[in-house]
């Protein structure tokens, strides 16, 4: 069935270090969302990608959805201590929505 | 707007109790789902319905139950609670039919069966 596999699980960077986490699928995916998890809160959505090759972006966060739309990145440029958290990406077929495991990014100040 | 309304917050309950988690949205989405989180698990899809009185397995069904009744709400019953139930769960609701949108989730229940 639907899978969707992130990676890695977890990342320690140092304050101003770059951050990048990848989403695969075996399968083509109709779409890609994010989200971000403070420690202890809920998901939170950040934004959904749906056409092939797409490109989005918002403030120091850089979204990509691959050409064959089987592969995402999300990629933070110069961490901060805010962006600590638990950045999940997933899918959805008809309501039915699929996440990966997550990547949990801790950062140094 | 309320947005996702999930009670309660926490629960302890003994092995063999019964208890539901009730789940309630008024932005009038018809997709709605139940997850749990487990560490380095991310979140595993027990259930979920895409309108009132339809509802499908997700990914770790097993032991859980939901209903449907109203758009509005949409609770998980858990018949005969085991350890291995111990977790956080999560409604989300998200969208309508055929259109792709973001899922809002309510606060979390963190679930401890002793």
């Known amino acids: 069935g639907q899978q969707v596999m992130q990676i890695p699980q977890y990342q320690h960077v140092q304050e101003g270090e770059d951050f990048t986490t990848y989403c695969n699928s075996s399968?083509?995916?109709?779409?890609i969302q994010w989200y971000k998890q403070r420690p202890g809160g809920h998901p939170v959505f950040l934004i959904q990608l749906v056409k092939s090759g797409e490109v989005k972006k918002q403030k120091r966060l850089t979204f990509q959805f691959g050409e064959a739309k089987k592969n995402s990145s999300l990629h933070i440029t110069a961490t901060q201590t805010t962006d600590v958290g638990t950045y999940f990406c997933s899918s959805s077929n008809t309501g039915k929505l699929i996440f990966g495991q997550g990547t949990t990014l801790q950062v140094k100040p | 707007n309320a947005g996702v309304t999930q009670t309660p917050k926490f629960q302890v309950l003994k092995t063999g109790q019964s208890m539901t988690l009730q789940c309630a949205q008024d932005m009038n989405h018809e997709y709605m789902s139940w997850y749990r989180q487990d560490p380095g698990m991310g979140l595993r899809l027990i259930h979920y319905?895409?309108?009132?009185?339809?509802?499908d397995q997700g990914e770790v069904p097993n032991g859980y139950n939901v209903s449907r009744s109203t758009t509005e709400d949409f609770p998980l019953r858990l018949l005969s609670a085991a350890p291995s139930q111990t977790s956080v769960y999560f409604c989300?609701?998200?969208?309508?039919?055929?259109?792709?949108?973001?899922?809002?989730f309510g606060q979390g229940t963190r679930l401890t069966v002793v």
């Open positions: 989300a609701s998200s969208g309508s039919r055929g259109v792709n949108t973001e899922a809002f």
């Open positions: 399968t083509t995916l109709s779409n």
């Open positions: 319905s895409v309108g009132a009185g339809i509802t």
